[in-house]
């Protein structure tokens, strides 16, 4: 029995894996996507499931409002006599730590152990002397400098940093942009697994030493080659309780996202083979797309990815509520995420499936413009899954404030949204485009309008987007929408929406309700298909 590259068609940017007795675990970057970090969870390393967040802020008072692209980046997770570890960092305050006894339930608040700017991807290593170490990336625009691996030494019982960082490798000729180390020991060798060359076209090197402090010898182990699998980038190597070794890593794909896929893996002369190599001897090994699955001896597993096609429409958004886990609330799916740390205020979801969606009053400026999503935190999105798919949501907007706005939208490297809008003159139907470059938004642009009588003629209008797959990397996004069951379909006039990547993130949609005046808006029916 085989499976298919990508094993999660969804954007879990930098995975690292764990196994812990029959279990599988994973997390992933969540930048500034509250709640954040993942734990995703498996018993056969291809079928997964989000079943928690260890993080329900990053706590700091910036991440209150969205910081794009900040935030959260390449966590590492571990076990240790009996409890589970993530280190992260943030790119411009520092190195923090969560733990738990309890993975599926309550994580520790994040704290820092390392305050400085600079530092990305952190990975702990407890020795076998009882000293704990860290090994961690730089960040170029934060501090000067990439391509190197710095070491930490950290207290065994707080896990606060006790000595200065010290660089322990250079790759700035050998292994260029060197980041996202994972550090392992094994027979005697430490071992530290790290992508290098880049994000979109670079490869997987090992590094091993006998002192922890180096100096390391340098092998590539996996490469692109032939395959279709462009990186192949950062992950974590991991082994069943039977022995089988195996890797998961991202690849990057544009408005997909940095999807995750599995490597066969073998050990041979104190080197982890990877990919193609587990068959040919050849190194470096190539990114395989299909390969036999796990081996477990239990009943063969059904293969799925995370979320699967279906064919039949189906509703979103909540489900029953699970024993402590991170989530918004009791009846909301984990799949939602808000733009920033979530705020009490931002919603209400009920047990029926609707969510009372506020408007809050996020303006950097108070004059009449409504703010941009960009920089507004009570905006609902959940990652893409699926390489085609429409959603849908039905919007009761007639108790809107003047000045307020709440529609579906689809955020890529800028964004496009089908809005109901309640101006000075009335209500509309309005279709927006944000001018940006993926970072700033410099204005939004409606590019349709069409206005409505009423406010009766606001309280049930469905919203609608599709989106299509265009290539590897990038999507089309159509919107419309629609007024009561008698009424036609509106689809604006402007040409559709073109999905580009964000800045380290794949594409996302939801909603939202943005203005100069608090209120609220109902949202009912949402369905993806």
């Known amino acids: 029995m085989t499976y298919t590259n990508p094993i999660i068609l969804c954007d879990y940017s930098d995975p690292d894996v ?20 993942p734990i995703l969870t498996s018993t056969d390393l291809v079928n997964w499931t989000l079943v928690n967040y260890a993080a329900k802020r990053i706590p700091l008072e910036q991440y209150d409002t969205p910081q794009n692209a900040k935030g959260i980046w390449a966590p590492s997770i571990r076990y240790h006599e009996g409890r589970f570890y993530i280190f992260v960092a ?17 994580w520790s608040e994040l704290r820092f152990i390392w305050k400085g700017k600079g530092f990305e991807d952190p990975c702990p290593l407890w020795d076998d002397d009882g000293r704990v170490w860290l090994v961690h990336g730089y960040v170029k625009s934060r501090i000067g400098f990439n391509s190197k691996l710095g070491l930490l030494e950290l207290d065994p019982h707080t896990l606060d940093a006790i000595t200065e960082d010290k660089i322990i490798f250079d790759g700035t000729k050998t292994q260029p942009t060197i980041e996202g180390p994972k550090i392992y020991k094994r027979n005697g060798w430490y071992y530290i697994f790290a992508p290098a060359g880049g994000v979109t076209t670079g490869w997987q090197t090992e590094l091993r030493s006998k002192k922890i402090d180096g100096g390391y010898e340098e092998k590539i182990v996996l490469v692109q080659g032939t395959s279709p699998t462009n990186g192949p980038h950062q992950g974590g190597w991991v082994q069943t309780a039977g022995g089988e070794d195996w890797f998961v890593h991202f690849q990057e794909r544009g408005i997909f996202g940095r999807i ?27 990114a395989v797309t299909t390969w036999e699955r796990p ?11 995370i979320d699967t096609d279906n064919a039949e429409s189906k509703p979103m958004g909540f489900s029953a509520p699970s024993a402590n886990a991170v989530r918004l609330s009791p009846y909301a799916d984990m799949q939602w995420q808000w733009s920033a740390n979530v705020n009490e205020h931002f919603a209400d979801f009920a047990p029926n499936g609707t969510i009372t969606l506020s408007v809050l009053d996020t303006r950097a400026k108070k004059d009449d413009r409504i703010p941009f999503l960009w920089n507004s935190a009570n905006v609902l999105t959940q990652k893409i899954q699926q390489e085609n798919f429409d959603f849908s949501a039905t919007v009761d907007a007639s108790g809107l404030p003047v000045g307020t706005r709440t529609g579906i939208v689809f955020l890529g490297k800028t964004y496009a949204s089908v809005a109901v809008e309640r101006g000075k003159d009335g209500f509309a139907l309005v279709y927006v485009v944000a001018d940006g470059d993926g ?17 009766e003629d606001a309280r049930a209008i469905e919203l ?39 800045h380290w993130v794949g594409g996302r949609f939801g909603m939202y309700a943005v203005g100069a005046e608090k209120g609220h808006v109902v949202i009912s029916n949402l369905t993806q298909k």
């Open 260 to 286: 995750v896929h599995l490597q066969p893996a073998v050990w041979k002369d104190d080197w982890l083979l990877m990919g193609t190599s587990v068959r040919t001897g050849k190194i470096p090994g190539e």
């Open 295 to 305: 081996f477990f001896d239990t009943d063969e597993h059904k293969l799925t990815q």
């Open 90 to 106: 943030t790119p411009d305050e520092g190195i923090m730590v969560t733990e738990t006894a309890d993975p599926y339930g309550e």
């Open 18 to 37: 764990i196994r812990v007795g029959d279990t599988f675990f994973m997390t992933a970057s969540s930048f500034n996507f509250m709640p954040g970090l």
């Open 439 to 455: 970072d700033i938004v410099r204005a939004e642009l409606i590019k349709d309008r069409l206005p409505l009588a009423s406010a």
């Open 464 to 502: 609608a987007l599709h989106f299509e797959k265009q290539d590897e990397r990038t999507g089309i996004v159509r919107f419309s929408a629609k007024r009561g069951a008698n009424t036609s379909e509106w689809t604006p006039t402007a040409k559709p929406f073109v999905a580009e990547k964000a």
